[in-house]
């Protein structure tokens, strides 16, 4: 790989993890009613699809279970939705919206819609085809990243370290776009 070919994927790397930064800060400055964007998300999820597991509904919106059980927590107390055991596998915990929630949903319909249209607004349908695609390869590349770079890591600590002061590092990074 040549400096230039370097240089532009250092580039799409910061730019990409900018914008997931980016995305994340203002998506969580949006309260609806007192509720985040990702708990309007459950909302139409419960709506879309009827009373939902919570394991499920964490898998379907790439949530942590951390992340749902707080969001349902939020929801409930503040009279959106109800949570119940199921009762053949009391482990099993289900979500389900109340009138409130569902009326709070209609009211603020037009917020998701407008959310979407905001990301991708001035873009071709060419244009967002192209975009699909590259989503679609990221995701496929982040298979197995962690574990990739986990046994990276494990490798690298095995080679000893030279300990020539003049040594180039390894991967010839640029430092402008490592922040990580």
Known sequence: MDDTQWERLEEADYLFRKMVRRFVKERDRVSVEGI?????????????????????????????????????????AGGYTLRRRKEDDRRTVLLDITAKGREMVERNGSIGARCITLLFEGFTDKELEQQ??????????????????????????EIPVLKDPGQKPRTGANKKYLSY
């Not at 009373?51 to 349902?72: C, H, K, P, V």
């Open 132 to 157: 699909s695609r590259f989503y679609e390869r990221i995701i496929g590349n982040l298979e197995g990243f962690s574990d990739t770079l986990l046994k990276l890591a494990q490798y690298n600590a």
């Open 36 to 76: 985040a964007l990702p708990g309007m998300l459950i909302l139409q999820k419960i709506i879309a699809g009827g009373e939902q597991r919570l394991g499920d509904l964490a898998e379907q919106l790439d949530f942590t279970s951390g992340a749902i059980t707080a969001l349902s927590d939020k929801l409930e």
